[in-house]
T-cell receptor, first 116, second 118 residues
Framework: GAVVSQHPSWVICKSGTSVKIECRSLDFQATTMFWYRQFPKQSLMLMATSNEGSKATYEQGVEKDKFLINHASLTLSTLTVTSAHPEDSSFYIC????????????FGSGTRLTVV | AQKITQTQPGMFVQEKEAVTLDCTYDTSDPSYGLFWYKQPSSGEMIFLIYQGSYDQQNATEGRYSLNFQKARKSANLVISASQLGDSAMYFCAMREGSGSSNTGKLIFGQGTTLQVKP
């Protein structure tokens, strides 16, 4: 089946530094990648939608300069949290869209970010 | 605007018994899809079952079945013969549109934490 590989699984960084999270579609071409954020025991909140070769579309309230999304190829999308602060600590998870088919929504395994 | 509601923050079930997790939705689009995902403590999102708005029959996948009541806008998940490994958070999600109008965007409910007792 369609697999999205997400790295790293967890990361601890110092306040003020930037962190990059990668999502790779391994056996399909993810034309669209959705990025979600999840706080403990809460739902997944969509942050942005990225399409290969074009600028990401951010949801209302999401700072585009803080959460940089790049989808340079059909198999790789990245989320960079810039100048991270403790309040950015969260679980980030991506979801790749496989063209056609109702089951074309494969999630990565998620990244737990802790900013200290 | 589309909305998904899960009104049960937490549920308990005895091992080997069946449990129903509630989900209601609201949308003005006649074409939509409903999903259920399981999220264990590891965080991964595991796809369980899908129901399309035009599907005539309720979806089933092994021990999972979806009780789809279109008029009531509900899509409850039924887990039969609960197992200890079923303890997790469960999310109902909706995708609006189909074909060229399908953006692929999923909207999630608040989630229900299920604990299976031995």
């Amino acid at each position: 089946g369609a697999v999205v590989s997400q790295h790293p699984s967890w990361v601890i960084c110092k306040s003020g530094t930037s962190v990059k999270i990668e999502c790779r579609s391994l056996d399909f071409q993810a034309t669209t990648m959705f990025w979600y954020r999840q706080f403990p025991k809460q739902s997944l909140m969509l942050m942005a939608t990225s399409n290969e070769g074009s600028k990401a579309t951010y949801e209302q309230g999401v700072e585009k300069d803080k959460f940089l999304i790049n989808h340079a190829s059909l198999t790789l999308s990245t989320l960079t949290v810039t100048s991270a602060h403790p309040e950015d600590s969260s679980f980030y998870i991506c979801r790749g869209s496989l063209p056609g088919g109702i089951y074309g929504y494969t999630f990565g395994s998620g990244t737990r970010l802790t900013v200290v | 605007a589309q909305k998904i509601t899960q009104t049960q923050p937490g549920m308990f079930v005895q091992e080997k018994e069946a449990v129903t997790l509630d989900c209601t939705y609201d949308t003005s689009d006649p074409s939509y899809g409903l999903f259920w995902y399981k999220q264990p403590s590891s965080g991964e999102m595991i796809f369980l079952i899908y129901q399309g708005s035009y599907d005539q029959q309720n979806a089933t996948e092994g021990r999972y079945s979806l009780n789809f009541q279109k008029a009531r806008k509900s899509a409850n998940l039924v887990i039969s013969a609960s197992q200890l490994g079923d303890s997790a958070m469960y999310f109902c999600a909706m995708r609006e549109g189909s074909g060229s109008s399908n953006t692929g965007k999923l909207i999630f409910g608040q989630g229900t934490t299920l604990q299976v007792k031995p």
